[in-house]
């Protein structure tokens, strides 16, 4: 009888300290100084991976980093709460914004970084040549608003469904290589460092670097959850000093850049060719406008990109002032 | 009339108190729209998903046109493939489970690989499925099959071992050729086990589709979710689950009046 | 000779040593005769049975099926099963219908010969349902209708009423005997009940327990149809209960020993 009493209460201790033990481990807010950043595996995204290794050492602050597929899996964990500072094409932190993602715009962090390529077996290409070829993308990345604006420019439509001039394939970044030494696809928008590779492993030719729409070399952009930035604007300003320093160090050491990227990130599978073309392509800065992103806004309405309902308005989340004032602190250009 | 009433009443109470619950959190706000939307917006955007997305433009016959809606050719995607991938697992898997059931030299040959291979699931090859087949149905109706593959043939192999030796026996006590005996005894026998195994193996078939159309196919309930959350479309998304939990349903209750009829001499079944 | 068994022995290797069932048995069995084999579990009635059926080869021996050793199970030697055995997704007709579809007879004489045999088991209102409507008694009916079906000279029935209640069986018994008595088959009638083996044979083989061997081969002549009541099938259940107890006592003790012996 008294096994039997004690049960119960056995059973609520157990669930009691299951939910404790649940509670304490998921740490939303509760390390208050852990940054959490949500980066992606690309060249041009190294410095801010770079934050981390001398996040302690040197900046006095805490960062937990998670990497993504793409920008929009980080506006996703934006939305789940489990994501401070983001680093994403602005592609996705406008269409994150569009759907009420809570993010500020808070510095861009590379420019470029895109390449139209074209399996190496195929005669040469041009944008005009691409009507019935199978062309594939990765969705909510900048390369596919590049996309989109230059076979606009070339007067060819496009779309996922049948029916257009050109049909797409949403792929994600490894994939698209994958395709296209397969022959699966003939011609992708890539990013970097990936594009580089393609290049020189031989199995892609670069058809053209899509710099020649409005939106011109597109900014990647560095976002921080608006909680993150009001609540918190000691830490932003120390996360902000450290990403500066961070991203001082790589264009300033080209060569720290090329090792912490090629072995840190890549373990290895990066060569140093394909690093050094990748980042010619990709250059590492500082600086973006508000104006850069209304004009990527306003394509990506032209072209249907993102399927917005509410386009947002790009000076109301592009914030550069903490970005100014770290720079003018630390006598940087 | 009454009692029908009643197990009306009783069946819908839970989910009707789910929804309520639903709706109440959401109203009062303690979850973002964009983690949990009410179901009143769920239930909206199923019926733009389902309903046509352009006007009736007279180009084409009304019925055509009342049947364009985005998920009813999300739906019929899905389910060809479904079905495309199930017929091949199921082509493979049935004769080889009958073969191995009744044959236990085969048996020891194969065993040991297939116990390897069964514990994979089919959503570890998909890596390996696009790389062999490429982009589009063909990746997709690969894994499809090998989801149904493995309960159709571990169902099957069961199946027929567990055909009482005494009707073979009379069978062959009363003349009956080998083919006659696996085609008249051995079969028939081993039908309760194999049906079993098809309702498995169409139950997985369809858990596969959704996350093999996440790879490079174009359309289907599995693409459009994957596209729904891409485009942060938390009301899509749930609107496309439930899609596909009502065609599952759908599915099961044919499979329960196919086994009805098939095993109608079964005791069970009384 | 319907059926000769000449020095048949059978071992099973089973878990552990193996098991002599039946040591050397010699019998033989004319056409037209009756005969139930007797004794006390495990003495290999139905290993003998299942010889003469052709689903086991004897390890020493051979059984001789007018004058031919038999090499495997053969519709001549038709076989009724305990446990019935009747295909449950068959309908009684479809199961009837069987051995004459195996053997490849045009459906026309095949409905006739089903027809006249679910009469002739008086089974004609159930020839559309399942084996799982019946009851015992006529599911076995059907099962020897079954066998009836390819008209075998030798009938082989292994405890055939054995999971029957006592008045199905007194009725199957009687059945049993009219159709013997009209088709004049040869049947071999595993049992181990004494009054049946009285009520029904002409011969009862008496074997002793394992490992088996004729016991007694005793020709029973009462006068048919015989009656329980009368002294005369008493006695003969007396002198016959003794013999079998006999064995079946030995049978207990060799089976507590092999347990205390473990």
């Known amino acids: 009888m008294k096994g039997i009493a004690i049960l119960p209460r056995g059973i609520i201790a157990l669930f009691l300290g299951a939910l404790f033990t649940i509670a304490s481990s998921t740490p939303s807010l509760a390390a208050d100084e852990v940054i959490r950043v949500g980066n992606l595996k690309l060249a041009h995204f190294g410095a801010v991976s770079y934050v981390r290794e001398i996040a302690a050492s040197k900046c006095g602050i805490q960062v937990q980093e998670r990497t993504f597929a793409k920008g929009l899996d980080v506006m996703q964990a934006i939305i789940a709460g489990e994501i401070d500072v983001g680093a994403t094409a602005s592609e996705a932190a406008i269409s994150g914004r569009a759907s009420g993602v809570p993010i500020y715009i808070v510095a861009g962090f590379a420019t470029g970084g895109a390449r139209l390529l074209a399996r190496s077996d195929l005669p040469s290409q041009k944008l005009s040549d691409l009507k019935g070829k199978r062309v594939a993308v990765t969705r909510g990345s900048i390369q596919e608003i590049l996309l989109a604006a230059e076979l606009g420019q070339a007067g060819l439509s496009f779309s996922d469904q049948p029916g257009k001039d050109i049909q797409i394939s949403y792929l994600n970044y490894p994939d698209l290589n994958q395709a296209l030494l397969t022959k699966n696809v003939d011609v992708i928008m890539q990013s970097e460092p990936y594009a580089s590779q393609a290049i020189d492993r031989g199995f892609g030719i670069e058809m053209l670097k899509p710099y020649d729409t409005p939106i011109g070399s597109p900014v990647r952009t560095l976002v921080m959850t608006e909680k993150f930035y009001n609540e918190k604007p000691d830490l932003a300003k120390r996360f902000m000093s450290c990403f500066v320093e961070a991203t001082h160090e790589f264009i300033s050491d080209p060569k720290l850049a090329s090792r912490f990227v090629r072995e840190t990130l890549f373990k290895g599978q990066l060569t140093e060719k394909e690093f050094s073309d990748a980042i010619g392509n990709a250059p590492y800065g500082y600086d973006i406008t508000p104006q850069h992103i209304q004009i990527t806004i306003d394509q990506m309405v032209k072209y249907g990109v993102g399927k917005m309902a509410k386009p947002p308005v790009a000076k109301e989340f592009v914030k550069t002032d903490l970005l100014q004032n770290v720079k003018k602190t630390l006598g940087v250009q | ?270 | 000779m319907a059926l000769e068994f000449q020095g048949v022995a059978q071992r099973f290797q089973g878990q552990g040593a193996p098991v002599q069932v039946l040591h050397s048995v010699d019998l033989s069995i004319a056409e037209g005769e009756f005969v139930c084999l007797l004794g006390p579990s495990g003495c290999g009635k139905s290993t003998l049975l299942n010889a003469a059926a052709g689903f086991i080869q004897p390890t020493k021996g051979q059984v001789l099926f007018r004058g031919t050793p038999i090499q495997g199970p053969s519709p001549e030697r038709g076989m009724v099963f305990q446990e019935y055995a009747l295909f449950p997704w068959m309908s009684v007709e479809e199961n009837v219908a069987f051995g004459l579809k195996a053997r490849g007879e045009n459906p026309e004489k095949i409905r006739t010969r089903v027809a006249e045999l679910l009469a002739k088991l008086r089974l004609t209102e159930f020839a559309g349902r399942w084996p799982r409507d019946l009851s015992g008694g006529m599911r076995q009916r059907v099962a020897i209708a079954r066998v009836l079906a390819l008209d075998p000279p030798c009938l082989l029935m292994d405890e055939p009423f054995g999971a029957l209640d006592a008045l199905t069986r007194r009725s199957l018994q009687d059945e049993l005997l009219q159709l013997w008595a009209e088709l004049g088959k040869t049947v071999v009638f595993v049992t181990h009940s004494i009054e049946e083996a009285i009520l029904l044979a002409d011969r009862i083989i008496v074997m002793t327990h394992r490992p088996g061997q004729v016991k007694r081969d005793c020709k029973v002549t009462l006068p048919r149809p015989r009656d329980p009541a009368d002294p005369a099938f008493n006695a003969l259940k007396q002198e016959m209960g003794q013999l079998v107890m006999a064995e079946q006592h030995a049978f207990e003790d060799a089976e507590r020993k092999s347990f205390t012996a473990d």
Request: glycine fraction near 12%; proline fraction near 7%.
């Open chain 2, 1 to 270: 009339m009454n009692s029908l009433l009643n197990k009306l009443a009783r069946g819908l109470a839970a989910p009707v108190l789910i929804l309520a619950l639903w709706q109440g959190i959401c109203a009062l706000g303690w979850v973002t729209p964009q983690a949990l939307p009410s179901p009143i917006a769920v239930g909206l955007k199923w019926l733009e998903y389902v309903l046509p997305s352009q006007p009736y433009d007279g180009n084409q016959s009304w019925l055509m046109w009342a049947l364009s809606g985005e998920l009813l050719h999300d739906a019929g995607g899905s389910l060809w493939r479904v079905i495309m991938g199930f017929g091949v697992g199921f082509v493979l898997a049935l004769p080889l489970g009958l073969v191995m059931g009744a044959n236990a030299r085969l048996r020891e040959f194969a065993n040991p690989l297939i116990q390897v291979l069964r514990p994979i699931p089919p959503i570890a090859y998909i890596p390996l499925a696009i790389l062999w087949f490429g982009l589009g149905n063909p990746p997709a109706i690969f894994l499809i099959a090998l989801g149904a593959f493995f309960p159709i043939l571990m169902n099957t192999m069961a199946g027929v071992s567990q055909v009482d030796s005494i009707y073979l026996r009379a069978a062959r006590n009363l003349g009956a050729s080998p083919g006659r005996i696996f085609l008249k005894v051995m079969l028939p026998g081993a039908m309760p086990f194999i049906l079993s195994g098809v309702r498995i193996g169409i139950g997985t078939a369809f858990l596969v589709v959704i996350v093999a159309e996440m790879i490079a196919v174009n359309n289907g309930l599995g693409y459009r979710i994957l596209e729904a959350r891409e485009y942060f479309w938390t009301d899509k998304i749930i609107a496309g689950m439930l899609s596909i939990g009502l065609i599952g349903l759908g599915i099961d209750l044919a499979m329960e009046r196919l086994n009805r009829h098939l095993l109608r001499w079964h005791r069970g079944m009384q």
